[in-house]
């Protein structure tokens, strides 16, 4: 089954305590991204990724890092996590062959930061 | 600035009264624009995508369609199953960054 799958799907941690968001695609997926999604806000893009070692920021990337070091895998990071991180987060990936396909969400991240 | 604005927020309908969500949107290009739905607790579902003014897509229910300036999506004879928050984004020319709209959150009532 065609899939991306994000871990944890629930975090509650403390100030300052880095932490890690996995996320995997089994589709082959050239193009890789993280959200925030926040009430009032929508989704914002975090950053995005085109291939392996080829990343690039969205609208909100301050206080983020990523990696991109295998083609199936897009992990977000937040060294020192602060309460205005505490959001939904969504991985997405897609396709870039023939242009503009759509983009496939996991299910979220819940993370909440004290 | 590029933005994307969704219209209305939230939508009552009962079942079988057809109506329509609006996305209008400023970006200098358009790459592409994208409905989704999303259900709670779960990522959005894609459902279209349009490229140019006058193109049309339908699925089921579902009938999107995309101006210059807009986007929308007419719902026909709708069913308690199509409540849901429909989110618009739009990619602008030249860049493969995503810009979403708050969505409309849609309840059909039976």
């Known amino acids: 089954e065609a899939q991306v799958t994000q871990n944890p799907r629930y975090l509650i941690t403390v100030t300052g305590k880095k932490l890690t968001v996995t996320c995997s695609q089994n589709?082959?997926?050239?193009?890789m991204s993280w959200y925030r999604q926040d009430p009032g806000l929508g989704l914002r893009q975090i950053y995005y990724s085109m291939n392996v070692e080829v990343t690039d920021k969205g609208d909100v990337p301050e206080g983020y890092k990523v990696s991109r070091k295998e083609k199936r895998n897009f992990p977000l990071i937040l060294e020192s996590p602060s309460p205005n991180q505490t959001s939904l987060y969504f991985c997405a990936s897609s396709s870039l062959a023939g242009g503009n396909q759509p983009q496939h969400f996991g299910d979220g991240t819940r993370l909440s930061i004290l | 600035e590029d933005q994307v604005t969704q219209s209305p927020e939230a939508l009552r309908l009962q079942e079988g009264e057809s109506s329509s969500l609006n996305c209008s949107y400023t970006?200098?290009?358009?790459?592409?624009l994208f409905w989704y739905r999303q259900d709670p607790g779960k990522g959005p579902e894609f459902l279209f995508t349009l490229y140019s003014a006058g193109e049309e897509k339908e699925k089921e229910r579902l009938k999107a369609t995309l101006t210059k300036k807009e986007s929308f999506l007419h719902i026909t004879a709708p069913k308690p199953e199509d409540s849901a928050t429909y989110l618009c984004a739009v990619q602008e020319a030249g860049t493969y960054k995503y810009i979403f709209g708050t969505g409309t959150r849609l309840k059909v009532l039976a």
């Open positions: 589709m082959n997926h050239e193009y």
């Open positions: 970006v200098s290009g358009l790459r592409g």
